[in-house]
């Protein structure tokens, strides 16, 4: 009996594995498995069968009806799924891959913060283009040919200008307040905006220089906007930024765009003001350029003189990057080397 039930047991799996439709397999389970089967007819026998016979052959018959059975289901998925559960079985304990991934520039998680913290104080986000005419970046920001404070500025000429005040030629720009007159000829105050965004210097890198650097300008323009408004935002959003309350103050500087015009700098982020090596003892550090726009800027914009008054300012982004997440150099944000990218 035992020989019988594996033959039929061998018969069975050969036939399943020439089995090519659904049907063939239901067909094969009727005939060997059914009721009037010859499978079947052994099982219901083995109770005819002495105690020692049964004990034999009960647990073997039991066995092969299983394995048939679960050979029945396999290959029934295997023609469901189109797949061979015999050589395409997934192990699901195994380990699973770690999946490498990447990680954001700290200057974007800078920016992105930026962005968070101005537009939830009701600032736009504005734009202008990193090519740029010389009106843009210069002449229309109070600053026409020949004049000094052009050199402040070390600039990638694309197309020169004939120098004759039409601002016709072509800059890498050197700083976003290109972005100020831009927005101001297509929008009437009062508004409040930051563009942040890329800029280029022909400057020679060290550990706080780049050629290829980022700011993000901020302009407040309307009716008696006053130094008071520009440092209470200014200090509002070092605050939120560094996630503790910070001083801020400005000291008398020269931009030809603005006046009066301040160095601006916040209370150091490493020792509060006490003095440290980091502020080389002062309790500051500098952020920036600000000041209130010179009337000649707004009347650039298409604005009538003396009829508004705003603040700007220009802040480099990777020296806020560099505060916030202690790099001490700014060749790093650039240098593709993934030890560095992959800290944040
Ligand atoms: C300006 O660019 C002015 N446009 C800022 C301004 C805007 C003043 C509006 C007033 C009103 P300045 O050249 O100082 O100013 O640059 C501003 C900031 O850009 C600097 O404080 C510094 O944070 C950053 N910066 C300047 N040059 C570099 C450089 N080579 N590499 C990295 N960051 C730089």
């Avoid at 600032?123 to 010389?134: L, Q, R, V």
């Avoid at 939120?240 to 006046?259: A, D, L, N, Q």
Wanted: aromatic residues 12%.
């Amino acid at each position: 009996m035992k020989e019988r039930i594996k033959q039929l047991k061998n018969e069975i799996e050969e036939l399943l594995n020439n089995s090519k439709t659904l049907k063939d397999i239901e067909d094969i389970r009727i005939k060997y498995l059914g009721k009037k089967s010859e499978f079947n007819k052994i099982l219901k026998s083995l109770k005819d069968l002495t105690q020692d016979e049964k004990k034999e052959i009960g647990p073997f018959a039991n066995e092969a009806k299983k394995s048939v059975y679960a050979k029945i289901e396999n290959k029934k998925h295997t023609i469901e799924l189109n797949f061979d559960a015999e050589t395409e079985w997934i192990d699901v304990t195994a380990p699973g891959k770690k999946i490498k991934k990447g990680s954001l520039n700290p200057l974007t998680l800078v920016q992105r913060d930026i962005e968070d913290i101005f537009t939830s104080m009701g600032f736009e986000i504005a734009d202008g283009p990193e090519i740029e005419t010389e009106f843009f970046n210069f002449d229309g920001a109070n600053m026409p040919p020949n004049h000094s404070a052009r050199d402040m500025q070390d600039t990638f000429w694309i197309k020169e200008g004939c120098n004759d005040g039409m601002g016709d030629g072509q800059v890498l720009r050197t700083h976003t307040t290109n972005c100020q007159l831009r927005y101001m000829q297509s929008h009437k105050p009062p508004f409040r905006i930051i563009a942040p965004g890329r800029v280029f210097r022909q400057e020679a890198t060290d550990a706080s220089h780049e050629h290829t650097f980022h700011q993000f300008e901020a302009l407040v323009v309307g009716k008696n906007v006053s130094v008071a408004n520009f440092l209470s935002v200014a200090k509002s959003f070092f605050s939120s930024f560094f996630g503790k309350e910070m001083s801020v103050r400005v000291r008398p500087s020269y931009f030809p765009f603005v006046e009066p015009g301040f160095e601006f700098d916040i209370s150091c982020t490493n020792c509060s003001g006490d003095g440290c090596s980091t502020c080389q003892n002062t309790g500051w550090l500098e952020i920036g350029g600000a000041g209130m726009v010179h009337q000649n800027v707004l009347v650039s914009g298409g604005y009538e003189r003396d009829k508004y008054t705003g603040f700007a300012w220009g802040f480099g982004l990777e020296r806020l990057a560099m505060m916030k997440y202690k790099i001490d150099d700014i060749r790093l944000f650039h240098s593709g080397d993934i030890r560095f990218g992959r800290q944040f």
